[in-house]
């Protein structure tokens, strides 16, 4: 049976412009509007604009919103101090591995909002159900999510919409409530710009306004690209459940800094150091793309991978055992043919501030 896939409130729109869609997490989603790599240039030179309404936006309050939290998730939220200030980390399962990765907004201690991955959001929500009591879950399926990228960005943005010019004055990761939309200095391109949640019919107001200026619509093919060659892990191809933090670059996400019990905490506590895996980068030819589930020979396994359009090469991301990390190169199979690869940081882009 064909499954019916859910639409976001711009679909309409992308469906005019005649974008290319794909399935994406149970949603019918615009892969591109006829040239991902020219939308991927337009977020590095300028600004483009994604319709991310298939992610959701959860508020979390109640007395113990804070203790609940800090039990749910591996980073400390309690180290948020300052109104609209965010983290980013991982909700693990008792054996460590990852159920999602997430970012946590602080509003006061009673009151948190949380973004999800749309695969996970479902999922997420029965999990936080289970696991902890007396809170309140206001789940926002039908909000539309919009992010502006690029350089130019957010200049671009308060022209055209000056009553929310507060937003140039927040620092990177933190979010602000405004009367009619949530606005957060956030990303997932490895460039400036924001992420805005708000009402369907102010989503189709401002995303045509930007458009109109000039801002260039985007589909999930130039997001993946811009997140790839940024050093952003995708959930799904990089971590899942059967992943810890840990291994998948996400160390610094997991705070151990206080004596502070997390669900998964154990197990990372007891992982042995010899048999955890690392994630590497690697560079190979831009011939020699190497994609989710391409064999390391040597061990291990891709686990995303494309081509980078502003390094024009092929970039990847591995998982491999600990004593290949000291490896200046790998041989990956690609198409059962084995290329050589570089073993590089995983920020294989890094924009001019």
């Not at 004055?169 to 602000?176: C, Y």
């Amino acid at each position: 049976m064909k499954m019916i896939l859910k639409e976001t409130p711009l679909h309409s729109w992308h469906k005019d412009q005649k974008a290319h869609f794909g399935a994406f997490a149970n949603y019918d989603m615009p892969m591109h509007y006829g040239s991902a790599l020219q939308e991927h240039y337009a977020v590095r030179k300028n600004a483009g604009m994604f319709d991310i309404s298939h992610m959701r936006f959860v508020s979390i309050s109640g007395n113990d919103a804070l203790s609940q939290l800090e039990l749910l998730l591996a980073n400390d939220v309690f180290k948020l101090q300052v109104s609209g200030k965010a983290c980013y980390g991982c909700m693990l399962t008792e054996n460590g591995g990852v159920i999602d990765d997430l970012i946590t907004y602080f509003e006061n201690t009673n009151q948190y909002y949380l973004v999800l991955n749309a695969g996970c959001a479902e999922k997420d929500l029965q999990w936080i159900k289970n696991h902890t009591n007396q809170l309140h879950i206001q789940d926002f399926p039908e909000r539309a999510m919009i992010a502006v990228q690029g350089p130019n960005a957010i200049t671009i943005f308060v022209t055209l919409f000056p009553e929310y010019k507060m937003v140039q004055a927040l620092n990177s990761f933190s979010g602000k409530m405004f009367s009619d939309c949530f606005i957060a200095r956030t990303g997932y391109t490895g460039e400036d710009g924001i992420e805005l949640v708000c009402e369907p019919k102010n989503a189709q107001r401002i995303w045509q306004k930007l458009f109109t200026a000039g801002v260039v619509p985007c589909g999930l093919v130039a997001r993946d690209s811009l997140r790839l060659e940024a050093g952003l892990n995708l959930y799904g191809a990089d971590m899942d459940e059967t992943v810890l933090p840990i291994e998948c670059g996400l160390r610094w996400t997991v705070d151990m800094k206080r004596d502070r019990n997390f669900i998964g905490k154990k197990a990372i506590l007891a992982a042995n150091p010899d048999t955890l895996r690392k994630q590497v980068g690697l560079r190979l030819s831009k011939q020699n793309i190497a994609r989710h589930g391409a064999k390391i020979l040597e061990g291990g396994v891709v686990t995303s991978g494309g081509y980078a359009p502003s390094l024009d090469c092929a970039v990847a991301f591995a998982l491999v055992p600990q004593a290949l990390t000291d490896s200046e190169t790998l041989k990956v199979e690609v198409r059962g043919v084995s290329y050589p690869a570089s073993v590089c940081s995983t920020r294989f882009y890094k924009r001019i501030q």
